[in-house]
């Protein structure tokens, strides 16, 4: 009789505790949903200022004269690796009418680190210095590596993880109004 009782006991505490966790979870996701995020498609790309590896500050937000793709990525991340190679094809072929600026998540990642990845893959973009981390915050970056394509309005238009390098290259074509369609 006496384990049954402790057996009820241990379980209700337990029933407890799952229904204070289930009203938890429900506050942060009530909190969740009322938060806009920084970086939505269709919206105007957050704005940032950040010195690049060559020692110069770019800006993002607003109109430009190219669209422009962002790419968040950290010298430790494996897919960053394969996807680095094909980010200097599309710039090289496409230089003249897109930009590219790496940014680089500095916080988590050592300077040294970032300077030989850029070398080991000659990567002639500007890259950029995210050291505080506040525009992968402001962006809402949850993994590396992460794509931005904004237009030459300055707004969001898709959100990107590694491509193999033909879906990649379509994706910067429709950001570049190569292959679309005309109207009916």
């Known amino acids: 009789m006496k384990l049954t009782t402790i057996a009820v006991m241990i379980a209700l505490m337990l029933m ?8 938890l979870n429900a506050h942060k996701s009530l909190a969740a949903a ?50 680095a190679p094909d980010l200097k094809r599309m710039y090289e072929a496409y230089k003249d009418e ?35 981390g506040l525009t992968a915050e402001r962006y809402r970056l949850q993994v590396v590596p992460t794509s931005f394509l904004i237009n030459k309005e300055g707004v969001l238009v898709d959100v990107i993880h590694v491509l193999p390098a033909k879906a990649l290259e379509a994706k910067i074509r429709l950001l570049l109004d190569k292959d679309q369609k005309p109207p009916l």
Not at 16 to 23: F, H, T
Not at 39 to 68: C, I, M, T, W
Not at 103 to 132: I, M
């Open 16 to 23: 407890g505790e799952m229904v204070s966790l289930d009203k």
């Open 34 to 83: 009322r938060f806009v995020p920084a970086a939505a498609r269709n919206q105007p790309a957050p704005e940032f200022d950040l010195q690049g590896l060559d020692g110069k500050s770019y800006h993002v937000g607003g109109a430009r004269d190219k669209p422009l793709i962002i790419n968040f990525w950290a010298s430790w991340c494996g897919p960053c690796h394969e996807e």
């Open 98 to 132: 897109l930009d590219i600026y790496a940014v680089n998540v500095t916080k988590g990642d050592r300077l040294q680190d970032v300077q030989g990845f850029v070398k080991q893959y000659g990567l002639t973009f500007p890259v950029l210095l995210d050291s505080k």
